[in-house]
């Protein structure tokens, strides 16, 4: 029998043990990228990254880890830079879709199924690769504030808090111990940087990571240097 290795520059044939091995090494990249992690509060969402400058020579306010897909929805990611921008395209062009068809800002689930099925169909084509990236998907609609998390395969799940990217599982191990049901936005944002902090490497500054909150009032907006800077302070 074939061993593992005699499939993985196949995308569309399982191995003997019943993996798509070219998942395994998108889930690869993502464990290689800058951290992420995401927190629902009762009044809102989270998501906290780490933005990591590969050159002291690059312009760091030209990085970014977060993306606004509707005035309600954000996204953040780990993996490959290039594949995110391609799937933020994807789902604001979806959200835009869904708004002119039925005058309403799309719910945070649906937009997720999109991006999940997007993610999907580049596992079962030849010709293409799976996207190199994991995304948390936050925002609020009717059902209250939402997290969700999507893989490179296109599983999605609904998450109270989750991260991704290097070191998540520490990251995820001491949100297991820190999260509370009843958490609100101001003690979420805290925690998220208790979490980013506990696998950062040098200092943590305004500078070198990103925080986005989805308010009570359903908006989503990124946090200015000032903003983060003060509850670094804190």
């Known amino acids: 029998m074939a061993s593992e290795g005699a499939y993985s520059f196949s995308l569309t044939t399982f191995s003997p043990s019943g993996k798509l091995v070219q998942i395994e090494h998108a889930l690869a990249a993502v464990e290689r990228g800058d951290s992420s992690l995401g927190i629902q509060a ?3 969402v ?3 990254t780490q933005k990591k400058v590969k050159n002291s020579l690059v312009d760091e306010t030209s990085v970014h880890q977060l993306a606004s897909i509707t005035d309600g929805i954000g996204m953040a990611y780990a993996g490959m830079g290039a594949d995110f921008r391609l799937l933020v395209r994807k789902a604001q062009k979806k959200a835009l879709e869904y ?4 005058g309403e800002e799309i719910p945070v689930l649906q937009l997720t199924r999109a991006v999940a099925t997007v993610m999907q169909e580049f596992t079962q084509q030849g010709g293409v690769r799976p996207a190199g990236v994991s995304l948390l998907i936050s925002g609020q609609d009717h059902e209250g504030p939402q997290l969700y998390q999507v893989d490179p395969s296109g599983a999605y799940f609904g998450w109270r808090a989750s991260a991704i990217g290097k070191n998540f599982q520490q990251a995820k191990t001491f949100l297991e111990k820190r999260y509370s049901s009843e958490m609100e936005l101001e ?3 805290h925690t998220a940087l208790l979490t980013l902090r506990e696998g950062f ?3 943590m500054t305004a500078k070198n990571i990103e925080i986005g909150v989805v308010e009570s009032k359903g908006s989503f907006r990124v946090l ?3 903003e983060v800077a003060d509850y670094l302070e804190e």
């Open 42 to 44: 009762t009044n809102g």
């Open 46 to 48: 989270v998501l906290a």
């Open 99 to 102: 708004k002119l068809t039925y």
């Open 187 to 189: 003690d979420a944002v």
């Open 201 to 203: 490497e040098g200092e």
């Open 224 to 226: 200015s240097e000032e």
